[in-house]
Each structure stands twice: as structure tokens, then as C-alpha cells.
């Protein structure tokens, strides 16, 4: 499963699998936002623990989130990041919105 | 300077060979023993340019793409992106980073400023109406003997 979705307390963990390229992306996409928009959580946290591999499709994926969240009045998290996807994150700036999260828990 | 290796690939452009093209690619340079970073960058790269030829050049419809690698006795490693799509009118506009004529809100607009991070060069020739060629170089660190 490319994308499993939990929710607890309004907060909302989506677990990312697999390829995030311009393919799957658009299925992670969908799923996410519909559940989002069904139970507008508080906290959205987009967990890259699973993901093997991500191109600039991921970028466009957590900055899209970002904006739903900020519509919704919540706050977006993303967590598990290894090294690539760092990387990837890092050249888009998305280190700066303060979403990243390497924590203790990361690869 | 004389290749050493070569290959040729033509698939259509469909999503579903975004994974494909890049793992195909991955799989001939593996030959050269690159390290994990090195194999995760052009797979990214390779990546992106498919995805500009999916979704710019041919915009989703199914056409051929056509991809040729080839490794130099250096370690260098040079590959083709080649559509026969719509072109890109200002290749400057298209390469500056965030810039994206995609209006879904979904596309970074960052494919190539990606590709230019991961990449020791790349080149882009393009004709509106006619197609679009990205040409990928990146040295593989040579490991032979000297690893440990």
C-alpha cells in the first residue's frame, strides 16, 4: 500500500510507501486530502519512514499539504527522513518552513 | 573520447514508466559499481527529465520516449532524454527554479534546478512544436582497488 492513514486525537499520520514519483503521487495525493477533508485534524504528519526512493514529485506533494493544513487552520509535519530525501527536500527549501523533522526515530 | 558502453531505449510515455525508466537507467550504470548516493542521483535525475516529457512535452498523451546512455572510460556517465513533444518556448524561464507553467498547484516547478544539483552538467536543446533533449553528466567516483 503506497499510503496508509492513521488518525488519533485529530492528529492525522499518513505513512507513505514506496516510489514517490509523478505516478504515484497523484494517488498519495488523493487519498490524503480526503481524508483530510473529512476530519479536518489538527496536525497532519506526513511520514516518509517507507519511502525508497522520491524526485521533485514529493516536493510538490509536501508544499501541496502544506497549503491544505494552512487552509484548515492545522499544522503539517513530516518526519522519517533519510538521507536522499532530505536531500531532495532540502534543494526546494522545505527545510525552512520548519515542517522537517529528522528526530530520533529517523533512519 | 570513445564510449565503453552503450545503450538505447524507446517506451512511451506513460506514468507508469516514470519507475521503470529510472530503474533501466540505474541497472546499466550499476556496471560501474557507483555508490548508493551516486545511484539514487541519477535515478532522481533520469526521473525528472522523464517527467517533464511525460507531463510538458507530450502533456499526457502517450507518444515514444527515447532514452541512449553511455559510459566514458573517465567514469563518466552521459544520458539523453529525448521527446518529440511540444518543445519548451524559453528554455531560461523553464530552468529558473519554482518557475512551472503547470497550474494544479501539484507540480514544485523544481524538476530541472533538481537535475542541476544532482548532475555534473545538463544541457537542454529544445524547439517548440518539435521536442525537447536533456542531456545528464555525471562522473561515477572510481572505487576500483581503492575501497577499505
Redesign the interface.
Known amino acids: 500500500m503506497p499510503v496508509q492513514i492513521y488518525l488519533a486525537d485529530e492528529i492525522m499520520t499518513a505513512c507513505l510507501g514506496g ?1 514517490i ?3 504515484c ?2 494517488y498519495m ?1 488523493e487519498e490524503i486530502d480526503g481524508a483530510a477533508q473529512r476530519s479536518h485534524p489538527s496536525v497532519l504528519i506526513l511520514d516518509f519512514k517507507d519511502v525508497s ?5 514529493g ?3 509536501v ?2 499539504r502544506y ?1 491544505l493544513m494552512q487552509e484548515l487552520g492545522g499544522e503539517l509535519r513530516v518526519v522519517n527522513l533519510s ?2 530525501i532530505k536531500k ?1 527536500m532540502k ?2 527549501g522545505l527545510d525552512r518552513l520548519a515542517v522537517m523533522e529528522t528526530g530520533g526515530t529517523s533512519k | 573520447m570513445k564510449p565503453v558502453n552503450e545503450m538505447k531505449l524507446t517506451f512511451k510515455s506513460r506514468s507508469t514508466n516514470e519507475s521503470f525508466a529510472r530503474t533501466a537507467v540505474a541497472a546499466f550504470v550499476a556496471t560501474l559499481d557507483p555508490t548508493v548516493e551516486e545511484m539514487t542521483d541519477i535515478k532522481t535525475a533520469v526521473s525528472e527529465a522523464v517527467t517533464n516529457s511525460i507531463v510538458h512535452g507530450y502533456k499526457e498523451s502517450i507518444s515514444d520516449i527515447y532514452i541512449s546512455a553511455a559510459i566514458y572510460p573517465d567514469n563518466r556517465v552521459v544520458i539523453r532524454i529525448k521527446d518529440k513533444g511540444c518543445g519548451i518556448e524559453d528554455i531560461g524561464q523553464a530552468m529558473e527554479p519554482l518557475y512551472t507553467s503547470c497550474t494544479s498547484g501539484e507540480r514544485a516547478g523544481l524538476g530541472f534546478a533538481v537535475m542541476q544539483s544532482l548532475c555534473d552538467k545538463v544541457r537542454v536543446s529544445s524547439r517548440a512544436g518539435r521536442g525537447t533533449t536533456v542531456t545528464l553528466t555525471r562522473k561515477i567516483s572510481s572505487r576500483g582497488g581503492q575501497d577499505e
Open positions: 516510489e514519483d509523478h505516478h503521487a497523484k495525493r526512493f522520491m524526485d521533485s514529485s516536493i510538490g506533494l508544499m501541496g497549503s538521507g536522499h531532495v534543494l526546494a
